[in-house]
């Protein structure tokens, strides 16, 4: 079989790659217009869209809301999936399998479904705080992110060499914190970035668990587009590509993007 | 008997480290979706009276299968596409390839309230497309293209494309090269070693690329939501209505049962058929 892809094939996908790249142009063109209303080709250049984001205090009061949220919601997943993925692979043939599965679940059940439960059953149910309920739902859909590339990495690691260190009397916990997990920081590095966008991007869990006061970015960008439909939006949406971009250009530096698509 | 109190010590060991996450999963995860579904079951007219009254909404039944038609068209052009692309990308010399799949991660780790607010700037009343079709004089009058099943499945596939591709791409570079080769050098066209060789070799692939997308596509709320508004109302969003604005609650748990039950059906149907018509397990 020859190497190269029918022609049609190549003008079929690079189609889909324009298809995929040109709304994300339009919505920087449109961030970046002088007018009132969204246009694109942008008509006159400015940056004042930009500067209205942080002029509406919605706007200000939920982007922190959502870095707290992503940035605690993921280091609690950190704390509770790296000794559960760790697990998983050190004591693989006494745990049973489903063990596995459970922590997938998150994704596996709709999210909008996972958010409304957390909203009838234990905010409403126990009257915990909103922000308490929102860092809960953030937490538990991240969590399969954190289990499953940590564990990927725990795949290739040579426990042996744990086996070594505690056997010439190494306490464990103190082998697992200088031999297991500098072994496996790239993953763990990894499943910092995916949770964290994750939980940045996040709508159905939210959507549930928000209230007077506290809100999360997308929800706020929900509601301002059904609203007003001016170039606000647009420069929201780019300031959130550059924070991937540059998320995405340090998982680049560190481990090389093959990874992510693994 | 040292070493059998070795192993059990070892087996509690793991099952103390898996613990906070297990609780984590049942308590907040299990827990409140089980209390959610058994509440249906607990109405006063009857055990399956919000349901009965679901499916006698001629409404609602219609946003169920409405639901349901547009995640089966997203999934159908998703895996068309993305089967296509995803061929290309894995034939694709090195640096080019990676440059490919860096172009098909981002737009997935954009987040999806972004990807469907592009389509409204493109597919508004006085959108991007409908000032290029007066411009070059296609059309006299704006097309009615928002809030429409087809401007919905486009946000969609928008939304999917990228996933099927990734996964995808990772099915064909499991495929040895040795079979393909084999097969070209015993004398099968370039034509037959796609459909009689590679093909069948990506089905579960396939099947695992459908179900990402199909579940996925019919729980989304966002985009349905921004491109098809209540003309083109959901499972998801009717979901978001029942108890949000009308405070429904009975109603709101009875879609959440709906959603969850198709879902999880789905899934492991389709794993169970993925595993059974795999030529290459062991």
């Known amino acids: ?30 961030a970046l217009s002088d007018t009132t209303y969204l246009t694109f080709p942008p008509q006159g250049l400015s940056l004042r869209w930009f500067e209205n984001i942080f002029e509406i205090s919605a706007f200000r009061r939920t982007i922190i809301t959502s870095l707290q949220i992503a940035l605690l919601g993921t280091l609690i997943a950190l704390l509770i999936g790296i000794p559960a993925a760790y697990a998983l692979n050190r004591f693989r043939i006494e745990l049973p399998k489903w063990l596995g599965t459970l922590f997938v679940l998150p994704i596996l059940v ?45 795949a290739s690691f040579d426990f042996s060499i744990e086996e070594a260190a505690i056997s010439l009397g190494s306490a464990p916990v103190k082998t697992f914190f200088t031999i ?83 | 008997m040292t070493s059998r109190r070795f192993w059990r010590r070892n087996g509690a060991t793991g099952w103390a480290l898996t613990a906070p996450a297990t609780l984590a999963v049942v308590g907040f995860l299990i827990v409140p979706i089980a209390a959610v579904i058994a509440g249906t079951f607990t109405d006063p007219r ?23 038609q547009i995640s089966a068209l997203t999934t ?48 508004g009343r006085n959108g991007i497309l409908n000032q290029t079709l007066l411009g070059l004089g296609v059309i006299n009058e704006p097309l009615e293209m928002l809030y429409t099943q087809g401007a919905v499945v486009v946000g969609m596939v928008y939304l999917f494309v990228p996933l099927m591709v ?59 939501q921004l491109l098809g508004g209540e003309r083109q109302t959901v499972l998801a969003t009717l979901l978001q209505q029942r108890a949000m604005v009308s405070f429904d609650w009975v109603g709101a748990s009875t879609i959440a049962a709906i959603m969850t039950v198709i879902t999880i059906t789905i899934v492991l149907a389709m794993s169970h058929i993925a595993r059974r018509i795999n030529p290459m397990a062991t």
């Open chain 1, 1 to 30: 079989m020859s190497d190269r892809p029918h022609f049609l094939l190549i003008a079929v996908a690079a189609l889909v790659y324009l298809f995929l790249m040109l709304p994300l142009v339009i919505v920087v063109g449109a």
């Open chain 1, 110 to 154: 709709p999210e909008i479904v996972f958010g409304f439960a957390l909203l009838k059953s234990f905010t409403v149910g126990t009257g915990a705080p909103i922000f308490l309920s929102l860092l809960i739902g953030h937490t538990l859909i991240v969590l399969p992110y954190v289990v499953r590339v940590i564990s990927a990495s725990l």
């Open chain 1, 180 to 262: 297991v997990l500098p072994n496996v920081r790239a993953g763990v590095i990894a499943a910092f970035i995916l949770a964290f966008i994750t939980s940045l991007n996040d709508v159905s869990v939210s959507l549930f668990l928000t209230g007077p006061g506290i809100s999360t970015l997308p929800i706020q960008i929900l509601a301002h587009v059904e609203q007003f439909f001016d170039p606000t939006v647009a420069s929201v949406s780019v300031l959130l590509m550059f924070l991937t971009v540059a998320v995405m250009a340090v998982v680049e530096r560190t481990l090389g993007l093959t990874f992510l698509a693994k």
């Open chain 2, 46 to 68: 009857g055990v399956f009276a919000p349901y009965i009254s679901y499916f006698n909404s001629g409404f609602r039944t219609t946003v169920l299968f409405r639901t349901l």
């Open chain 2, 76 to 123: 159908i052009i998703s895996l068309i596409f993305g089967f296509m692309t995803a061929y290309v990308v894995s034939r694709a010399p090195g640096k080019l390839k990676s440059l490919l799949i860096v172009a098909a991660v981002f737009p997935l780790l954009t987040g999806v309230v972004v990807r469907a607010f592009a389509w409204l700037i493109i597919l």
């Open chain 2, 166 to 224: 990734l996964s995808l791409v990772g099915v064909l570079e499991n495929i040895p090269k040795d079979v393909l080769q084999a097969s070209s050098s015993l004398g099968a066209s370039p034509m037959a070693t796609f459909w009689q060789v590679l093909l069948p070799l990506a089905v579960p692939g396939l099947i695992v690329g459908a179900v990402l997308v199909f579940t996925g596509s019919f729980t989304a709320y966002a985009t349905p």
